[in-house]
């Protein structure tokens, strides 16, 4: 038989061949496509986790895209006015027209602008010397001197650089001004310098502001992923009978399950504040008693937080993903990465009702600043109040009831 014929009858075994070899291919994928769609009716039915693969997202981007800013603005700053002249009034209004300054007083001392900052209620501070107004007027270089809380180097960097730019924008001003009186350049001329001056960071190391604030973000974290699971296993185990069917009431059993992760908090608090002095340097300027008496009732809020999730959940998967949800928005708008000046009004209303918000203040007045109880009062009033919320609503949401 010639070449050709012999090709002829091959032909028809390769196309049986290759048949063979995509009958398995077809078949395997063919069940893959069923076991999709099985699976995206799944998803269809389940309304939390459709909801978070899409509204999530949307949500997300709309908060943080208007909430985010690097460029810190409004200020809260208090000036120490020894000049007491037309000149020295007028310095602090034309900072406070750049909108980068908020001025919310005036004080009569350094000490003043030490409590001031120590207990957060102001971040700036500009003095003004009594021979301010005299050294403009006799065309000598007129002296103030700013004060910045050197916790976040971002605040540092916003307020020196619009104070620096304001005082030579200023200061050309005035050597226009004395150009035309005179009609010739004068070598002695007014201008005015700033004389920075940083507090609780003047080395301005990224650490020292990181690390205080890894302490509860680490525990926002733990914490609420730990609870969030509880009541969510207990049904999955079948568990919640037993639960059901015993004398304990849903508040015991709320604080009966916060108990044991109380414990857990407080060791990995320790450890974080440990390696951050031994590695990192952080410094521990207050009373670490105070800060852990105070540290029971956000980590008791965040535990809280977490059986809130595990209520509205009925799967621990669930319950995982609101809490992945919720931890996001903690980490950028409570002011752990991002100043929360930097904000925009609503997002810092949104950012008030985060236990994570308070304490970071309470954290790094404390380790930074060495501040003391009354300076962050009000801290503490805002973590009592989100912990009282949340142990009623999960105990209200837990009913002795299969569901």
Known sequence: MGGWGWRRLRAPNRFLNLFDALVPLVTLMLRALVIAHKELLQLARDRLTAAMMLVAPV?????????????????????????????SRDLPRSM???????????????????????????????????????????RRTAHVELIVDGCDPQVVASATNT?????????????????????????????????????????????????????????????????????????????????????????????G?????????????TLVLAIGHIVFGVPVVGSIVLLYGLALVFIAA???LGLVFSTLAQTQQQAMQVSVFFLLPNLLLSGFMFPFEAMPAPAQWLAQGLPLTHFLRILRAIVLKGSGFADFAGELVWLCGILLVLVTFASLRFSKKLV
């Open 59 to 87: 949500i997300q981007l709309l908060v943080f895209g208007f909430a985010i800013d690097t460029d810190v603005r409004h200020m809260p700053t208090v000036v120490y006015d020894q000049s007491h002249s037309a000149q």
């Open 163 to 255: 104070a620096a730019s304001l005082v030579a924008a200023r200061s050309g001003e005035m050597q226009l001004a004395n150009l035309g009186r005179t009609g010739a350049p004068n070598r002695f001329v007014p201008s005015i310098e700033i004389e920075p001056s940083i507090r609780y960071n003047p080395e301005l190391r990224t650490a020292i502001y990181i690390v205080p604030g890894l302490v509860g973000a680490i525990l926002t974290i733990t914490m609420v992923m730990l609870t969030s699971m509880a009541i969510a296993r207990e049904r999955e185990r079948g568990t919640l009978e037993q639960l059901i069917v015993s004398p304990v009431r849903s508040v015991e059993l709320i604080v």
């Open 257 to 269: 399950k916060l108990i044991p992760y109380i414990g857990i908090g407080y060791v990995q608090m």
């Open 96 to 138: 406070e027209a750049t909108g980068y300054y908020d001025i919310i007083g005036n004080v009569d001392s350094y000490d003043e602008i030490d409590r001031a900052l120590r207990s957060g209620k102001a971040r700036v501070g500009l003095v003004v010397p009594a021979t301010y107004a005299e050294d403009i007027g006799r």
């Open 302 to 304: 965040n535990l809280a």
